[in-house]
């Protein structure tokens, strides 16, 4: 059996073996190997480095006393840094696999989107989570900053977690039960210290010791960064965050002092970067300066081929693995990039087809014409009367421009331009053959590829979403002949990498499709996901049970897109997990493991999954190994739940009062508490029935428990669904339970809303309390920062109130008032109308979003305060303007709003009045306003033709000034209708 | 060439292939291997425990900004613990070196006496230095103590510096030019850090944050310990460990403050050995309990041999490397131990020789008689009376014995014991076999082998200087049988542990020196030391040098005891290297390397030296590993001597100011600027010469001045040397620079004595000043505890009080209020009697090791004031008591004193003596007190008749209470003159 120090020296000698230098763990607690100075210093500046070490990662938060089966607070990394990138390291990554005798053949080894970053180090990357049947095994990123520094050359790091690929290996279910070396287990070995220093970091640990720490790290780090040296420096902003981190896993850090701190420490770390790369400038760069990885590409010698007859274009571009998004978006990208740019050309083609998979974006153009179109072009020379003489002779003029265009004078035709008529002729200009224009089409498609979050990975400066690391271009038989970023095009591309052959040659592009075929490649997303749902469904029948395509799309959508060659693997679980909340269930399958859930017919949920392979393999293997990790995952959350549902309700709630929630704003009971006061104050101001009032004072008193609990605790995101469970399972009535959930929503921009009253209104108060406390103590949201989450806050608070009907008596300024009053804190005059203001912005790009014009936003702005209302004049003025009627309805209410002044008085006296279109237009006036409810509708536009004919026949501005006065007095009093509704100055 | 990193892998594998675990190197800085719990805490305890590490180890005092070639803040340490030791962890340990490519065979590899202790840890054990052609590549040791806890089982470690044996097998001489992976150097790797953490440890870090820190983590690894938490209670006494280490490289931390923390980190470190040892008994010892490692010995079952004729013994105890000291002193052991044993018998032998070797002691005992010899024991039965009745028949008790006895009746005979008659019987008790005599005393002197430090090494409880491996005894042609602790006698020895047979069977005790020596192994320490001495000659005569067997008597004594097989080689180094002091040259020759300088004729040096290896090997390598070694040394010299050179005296002066001597007495500064000040008022007590007083107050004013120098600084025991030189090199006069020497001596117990009076004075100033101040802070030694050592600056004021003549008008009593007016403390009424009575202590003891009894040493402990009196006196006392006279003398006086009740008039009228023999004393008194000077001498005796006479005819206690009284008074007379010399009442 491979022990764990087995596995370390495999490594160790695979990496020593590809030119890794091998360094000793940071001897400082560091949280994981990226902070050690082999890595985070390294990867700035030019210099090449290449290293592999271990590192035991402390993370105090994931404590457990040994207890958990999957996680500790001292997990060993081993850690690579290849820089620059070597060009494929993919590749030596899966020989680092095969080093620990792992066959890649015959699991599942897939490399599924991760990107990586760590705002209190100013780091992040783009790279992949790489599962093995379905276990994260590795971390694998394109590191693109440290320190708040740009990375240039990109380094790749390539993180291993060594316990879970033991685990995993030697099929041992407890970290404690890893063989960690001949005769002596992981728990007989560091046990004793698993437990203790979960002590210490969950319940021993000095919090007033470890802020002194903190400081005193922090200042010397300062320290150093001004005496210029780096490496203590970096040193102490490591010990800065594992102080950090102890007093975090004690609950002792508030939001705001979260904010700050990483403040403090991302600075720190961003001086420590830049004094890093100054210094090793000053030493001269002492590692020298990266060269870039070899290129792939010959210089492109080979003339672009002629061709007779029209042929088809085989175009792929070769990636590493997109993320599932990019998949589409690329082709979709692609398509149209490539239509556009050949219709800039006179090449004429068939249809252009793109199909696109992880790895690659395929494009096929039907029946490229061998050369562009011949263009007959007619060339201007001088104007006729000045290319010939009075004899008809021609002038110096056009002899000089007849020899300048290579032709005889003879040649000259007169030829009429705009603008008059000039000596000149007509210009046969044959096409370009299609390889050659499509040698200038093609790289530019390639270089023109911009994804969401885009990346560098080499020297050539390409910038994309993943690597991009091979080009096919065939035309018919023959290559398209041009370079992209050192890549030259060619007729090779990849077929999966643990293929016999990996790299294919492709004959002719008409064999494109059926190449990567015969090598198990499916290019076509459709298909692809038909196989998947076949698949799936096949198996889960074997069964009895089924799939059901349309709950689980988005799951569908993203595994067609994380697979080249869809392979349903059936996978079971042990029936008494169903126990559990089937929430809990399917967010660990969906969310976490992306597999697809089997259900009875009814819907009920079977002890079934099915997961999508990439291609064949050993399925018992791979199924057991998956079946592994989800064991290891429920048995996880059965823990949780079981721990949970030992503890009365009240239990639960009291350890809200020893969590943090903001220093000046107390403790997460204390919020919770006033969350409940703000509900009765809406309660009240709503005028509940008994009913509704019963339910929401109980789930007031209850607000936010779930927080106390461990599943919470452990998985934030079943914040709410959790309360919902353990409220039910307390015997809390079903209304409470439900309101509790409601509570909750909408945790995210496409998230239900609450439907209940009850559960509305502690929705509306959690968000108003939050905001309100935060603007009262002046942390509101800056630029990028918004810790406390108070953007997502406004946008809950406009959806429940524009869609929710029983709230539609209740404004944002008396919600905000009645939270303001309970704040522990008086608020500095900024309330509530600065939060309305930051409010009623969300709203403004929330109808943006929506596809409304900004003008029309603005004009309902003042009517944010019920976001319900505003948006529903947003919309009947949209439909308004859409008629006829509408839109003249406007054009007289705008004529009537342009020819007011400034100031008007709104009496008028009709005995003042001296024509019928006066009296009609205040009997018009008269009708609507009677008619006229809160909305802006059509019949308003009864004022339209009593306007127009106003002022057709009325001379507002008459020389009697008491006469102008009661004519405008009376358009006054129109637009003080029309203005009931709207800003009409803001539109156009 | 083997990279360092292939050296650590190469060790990690051969370490793992013998049964250790792999662990990481500790995440908090640490000083040494030793310090990660893998060591400190595993070593405790029953359990066994196998495991190997790298570990960087983090001196801040060694802080070089990595100019130095060979001394680095951070080096890598690769350590090996074997717990239980397992028999033969020498062989593993040379087992290791080929694994890293070195031929154990062709270089010289010694194991030299090195003990190891860390008193902040309460730390120790014994073991070696393993030294590679002269250089220090291991330390190898069997570890006795930690956390003040004894180690049961005793656990072997082994710690290898990395760097230094990269250095000597790459052939580089600087650090930075190692190759630590392929393509980059260790400079290029770690050159930075090296310089700015340098930076950081010797001139950056924040004396008050790191004082913070060291509070701050001291008080959370007491509330550890009170939580019961051992690992995080370790890791915060290594942290507080590291910041002591950075303020004593900041040079923040004087003497107090170090005793200080010193006693804080010992007490923690402590209570966390307690503690883990009682945890892991509470835990129910997870690993299990370490099992004895498989004895060699199978159950003597033997029946010892009987021998007809007389045989030899030859007997050898078998040993890892024995200290130098112990070697010799095993020999005298052995050899009285088996006397006075065999004595005890009735076995007739010839001559016991012993010899003595490193790795045995030999005895060997000629002519062993066959048998003991047979003895006739009288045995006594019953009183003659009671064993005949009146008929002369023998009466039942007769009878009874005699069946007991196992005689007939009739062999009963009249014997005469003392006190009376009996009947009893000569009985005829046979002598046993030799073989069973020696089978019973050869292992009694195994087991009472005692070395000055005695360690356990296994189950067997034995207790030695080192493990006792073997054990050969054969008697003629047979073995001996018998069994000690594990180990079974036999007819195998060891020779060279290279050798292709390094076991080795001797077929009879006839052969076995022979044996020895066929195998290169000379037993004779006298042999050796011929060899060596004629070796070196004869390499020193070609290079036209000589060696001085007088002066480096103690080198070539140690390395007698260092080889079995003295090997001499030639080295040389760069002629430049002699522009260093002679002191410097030969201080690093003899005291670090065991070398042998060569001089000329007239004693100058020569460029060479002669190391002695151990047995046959490649002289070409062994002398380039010497000379590189020894390179390495001088070229740190030098550069200490450069820099110093280029300093004036009184910049290095300077620096005194900022090394603190301790908190209260303040900077070395002050302190030095104090002995100027107590040697001028010495002076003036004696009453100085100009000419001498011109030297004392120019050494005065540049008193301790080298302690800024860099040399010191780097080798503390050249102070005083460097003084002298550095005086010279700036053209101070040569009685001065010699008085600058003079002050530091004696620096031990055997050193040489300051000659000058001005260097006497300075001496005695600086030990009155260090002996004054400490007591004057209460800060007098405890216990074993004398960090000051002030212990040693009392014999050192002893020894110069004693032996100069020109100081004998100072009394200490003198010197010390002096030195007390001076300190900048006030003195809590302890002196200067305290510090008196702590020297006399001194003084008592030093008189007893030069086997005074300790009756006389009493009887003049009032005169060691002046303690050249006191031992002039002893002496004088000695020498009378030695002759008839003087006892007679002290008889007399004894009488007179004894006679004398507790309070006696010393008045007596001669009017009311009524005999001559009262005329005749007085006569005598007066005669000898005008004689008489400070010394007890023979002119005394003149009193022995006239006091016997006295007595003899005078009665003391006389009827009339006046003639009584006069009597006494003349007595008393005659005592108080005796007593100005000696106390009497202490003498027997």
């Not at 429940?800 to 500095?828: F, M």
């Not at 939060?835 to 929506?850: A, E, K």
């Not at 909305?935 to 102008?964: C, E």
């Amino acid at each position: 059996m491979l022990t764990m120090q087995d596995a370390l020296l495999a490594l160790t000698r695979y990496w020593t073996g590809h030119g890794c230098m091998i360094v000793q763990p940071m001897n400082t607690e560091v949280g994981a190997g990226t902070l050690n100075p082999a890595t985070a210093l390294r990867v700035l500046g030019p210099e090449p480095w290449r290293v592999a070490y271990a590192e035991p990662s402390v993370r105090p938060d994931d404590s457990r006393y040994g207890d958990n089966p999957n996680r500790l607070q001292t997990h060993t990394q081993f850690q690579v840094i290849l820089k620059p990138e070597p060009g494929d390291p993919q590749e030596l990554y899966l020989g680092s696999l095969s080093a620990l005798g792992i066959d890649a053949g015959a699991h599942d080894v897939r490399f599924v989107e991760d990107n990586w970053a760590s705002p209190a180090l100013g780091a992040w990357g783009l790279g992949w989570e790489v599962w093995l049947d379905g276990l994260e095994i590795t971390q694998f990123t394109y590191f693109q900053q440290s320190g708040g520094m740009t990375l240039d050359p990109v380094s790749v790091e390539i993180t291993y977690g060594m316990e879970r690929i033991i685990m995993a290996l030697q099929g041992v279910s407890h970290f404690k039960d890893i063989a960690y070396a001949p005769g002596i287990s992981y728990g007989e070995a560091f046990g004793q210290a698993e437990y203790e220093m979960s002590r210490y970091y969950l319940d021993d640990a000095d919090i007033a010791a470890n802020r002194a720490l903190f400081d005193t790290y922090a200042a010397e780090a300062g320290r150093l960064i001004d005496a210029r040296l780096p490496v203590p420096a970096h040193a102490y902003v490591l010990k800065c965050s594992q102080a950090f981190n102890v007093l975090d896993a004690r609950g002792a850090i508030s939001t705001t002092e979260r904010a700050q701190a990483f403040t403090r420490m991302r600075n720190l770390a961003h001086s420590v970067a830049e004094l890093w790369a100054q210094r090793r400038a000053e030493l001269g760069y002492p590692l020298g300066m990266a060269t870039a990885a070899p290129s792939t590409a010959e210089a492109v010698t080979a003339l672009a081929p002629s061709l007779d007859a029209p042929a088809d274009l085989a175009f792929e571009i070769g990636v590493e693995e997109l993320p599932p998004a990019e998949v589409t978006r690329a082709a979709e990208a692609v398509r149209a990039s490539l239509a556009e740019k050949l219709a800039a050309t006179r090449l004429r083609h068939g249809d252009i087809t793109v199909m696109s998979a992880p790895r690659r974006i395929a494009a096929l153009v039907a029946g490229v014409q061998p050369r562009e179109d011949a263009e007959e072009q007619a060339i201007r020379g001088p104007r006729l009367s000045a290319a010939y003489d009075e004899d008809g002779n021609p002038t110096k003029a056009a002899l000089g421009f007849a020899r300048g265009q290579g032709i005889d004078v003879t040649g000259l035709r007169p030829l009429t331009f705009s603008g008059g008529t000039y000596a000149g002729f007509v210009k046969h200009v044959p096409g370009r053959p299609a390889a050659q224009v499509l040698a200038a089409v093609l790289p530019a498609v390639v270089a023109e590829l911009r994804a969401e979050r885009n990346m560098r990975w080499n020297a050539s400066g390409l910038s994309y979403s993943r690597p991009i690391r091979w080009v096919l271009a065939l035309l018919g038989p023959h290559t398209v002949p041009f370079t992209i970023a050192g890549i030259a095009s060619g007729r090779v591309t990849r077929v999966h990498r643990t293929a016999p052959e990996p790299v294919i040659t492709v004959p002719a592009a008409a064999g494109y499709l059926q190449a990567l075929r015969a090598h198990s490649i499916e290019p076509d997303a459709s298909v692809r996901r038909s196989r998947i749902l076949a698949g799936a469904a096949q198996l889960a029948a074997t069964a009895g049970g089924q799939i059901d395509p349309d709950g689980e799309q988005a799951v569908v959508d993203e595994v067609t897109n994380l697979v080249e060659d869809p392979i349903a693997i059936f996978g079971s679980f042990d029936i008494s997990y169903l126990d559990l909340p089937a929430g809990i269930l399917t967010t660990v399958m969906k969310k976490h493991q992306r597999y697809l859930p089997v259900r009875t017919a009814s819907g009920e949920l079977l002890p079934y999954f099915i997961t999508i392979a990439n291609g064949e393999c050993d399925l018992d293997l791979v199924q057991a190994g998956n079946e592994a990790v989800l064991r290891a995952r429920y048995e996880d959350a059965a823990f949780f739940w079981r721990a949970d549902l030992a503890k009365p309700l009240e239990e639960m709630q009291d350890r809200l009062a020893q969590l943090t929630f903001e220093t000046q704003l107390g403790s997460v009971a204390d919020r919770a508490s006033r969350i409940a006061a703000v509900a009765g104050g809406i309660a009240d101001r709503l005028g509940l029935a008994d009913d509704e009032r019963t339910v929401l004072r109980r789930a007031a008193e209850l607000a936010k428990f779930d927080l106390g609990s461990a599943m919470v605790t452990e998985l934030p995101s079943l914040a709410g669904v959790m309360a919902r469970e353990y409220a039910r399972h307390a015997g809390e009535p079903a209304a409470v339970a439900e309101a509790l959930f409601e509570m909750e929503l909408p945790r995210h921009a496409r998230d239900t809303l609450p439907r209940s009253r009850p559960g509305a209104i502690l929705a509306l108060a959690d968000r108003l309390d939050l905001l309100t406390g935060l603007f009262a103590i002046g942390a509101g949201p800056t630029g990028s920062s918004d810790p406390f989450g108070l953007r997502r806050a406004a946008l809950g608070l406009l959806a429940i109130l524009r869609t929710h009907p029983g709230l539609s008596q209740l404004t944002i300024t008396e919600g905000l008032a009645i939270a303001a009053t309970l704040q522990p804190v008086t608020a500095g005059g900024l309330l509530p109308e600065d939060v309305l203001d930051f409010t009623g912005r969300r709203f403004d790009q929330l109808m943006l979003d929506q596809g409304h014009p900004a003008a029309s936003i603005r004009a309902v702005r003042s009517l944010v305060d019920t976001p319900a209302r505003a948006e529903q004049t947003l919309q009947q003025m949209a439909g308004l303007l859409r008629t006829p009627e509408g839109q003249e309805l406007a054009a007289a209410i705008q004529r009537v709003r342009r020819i007011l002044p400034g100031v008007t008085s709104l009496s008028f006296d009709p005995a003042l009045f001296d024509s019928p279109a006066e009296h009609a237009l205040q009997a018009a006036l008269d009708k609507v306003s009677e008619a006229a409810g809160p909305d802006t509708d059509l019949r308003h536009s009864a004022l339209t033709g009593p306007i127009n004919d106003f002022f057709d026949h009325v001379l507002v501005m008459a020389d009697d000034p008491g006469v102008k006065a009661n004519r405008l007095g009376l358009l006054a009093s129109v637009y003080r209708l029309a203005e009931r509704y709207l800003d009409w100055g803001q539109l156009p």
